[in-house]
């Protein structure tokens, strides 16, 4: 069994969307996780919450992560997003924040180390931490890539990659790979992955993009009913990090992070998943995954 520390802020996430509203657990630590969790390792989750957040830690306990390592602190808010979902995107307003993570907090042997910051909750020597502790670091910079206008309303801006060296896997959206400059998911996961030394998970809205240890794969994404998006690319990540250090068969993760994809999309708010049946249509999307 695989032991992964999954780090950023545990949030409570205020969803809009066309299916209705609904409010939820969220953040990497709670989709990453369940994602490790349902596929049979232990997910140790990393975080800080108020006072307020009891109620998210046991939530995460339903769902197979570990919270005995999330720091409940008195007299500080819980991170707090509202989620505006329509046909066309999303918009995300940062609606309260807790106390960053500190370092010391990922001095931890473990496997792996998943850090997704949301909030600018992880800094450099948070990196370096997991980077002398862990197996293997996967980051997903969406929360480093983060600004927000007076209403809090969350908009991308460039961050340098580069202070990333070292990690195994950068997993980035679509909209995060255009505003770093790149003309396509594609393209980022190519240059990146030849900058960084690395895997490159790029997902776009043809299919995901992987770049790493000298392959290059594509496979298209297949979802029947769209339910909740929310979390989708990092259940994505987390399972793509599982087939990765399971068998080292980038093809075989690839198509692991895309049927836990197509199953965390039909589910409203986070839920666990059948493992069994997200390995199963994993085997059955291997014929689609394809060389470029």
Known sequence: MLDVVIAGFIVVD????????????GGVPTYA????ASLGHRALAVSNVGADGGWLLERLAALGVDASRVRVLAGRPTTRFRIERTDGGRRMWVKARCVEIAPEQLELDASAAYLGPVAWEIG????????????AVAVDPQGLMREVDQE??????????????GVRLLRLSEEE????????????????????GCDVLASSIE????????????CRVRVGRVVDTVGAGDVSGG????????????????????????ERVRLRGPQRLDGGKVRRQAEELLDAVEKW
Request: proline share 3%; hydrophobic share 50%.
């Open 33 to 36: 996780g369940l994602a490790v």
């Open 177 to 196: 790979c255009g505003v770093l400059g790149f003309g396509s998911a594609r393209e980022a996961a190519l240059r990146l992955s030849e900058r960084l």
């Open 207 to 218: 299919g995901v993009w992987v770049c790493g240890g000298g392959e290059r794969l594509w």
């Open 124 to 135: 450099e020597e948070c990196v370096s931490a997991a980077l002398r502790r862990a197996g």
């Open 239 to 262: 399972a793509y990090l599982v087939g990765l250090l399971e068998s080292g068969d980038r093809a075989y993760s690839l198509a692991l992070a895309l049927a836990a994809v197509s």
């Open 152 to 165: 809090g309303l969350v908009r991308l801006r460039p961050f340098p990659l580069e202070r990333l060296r």
């Open 14 to 25: 205020e969803v809009v969307s066309p299916e209705g509203r609904w409010v939820s657990a």
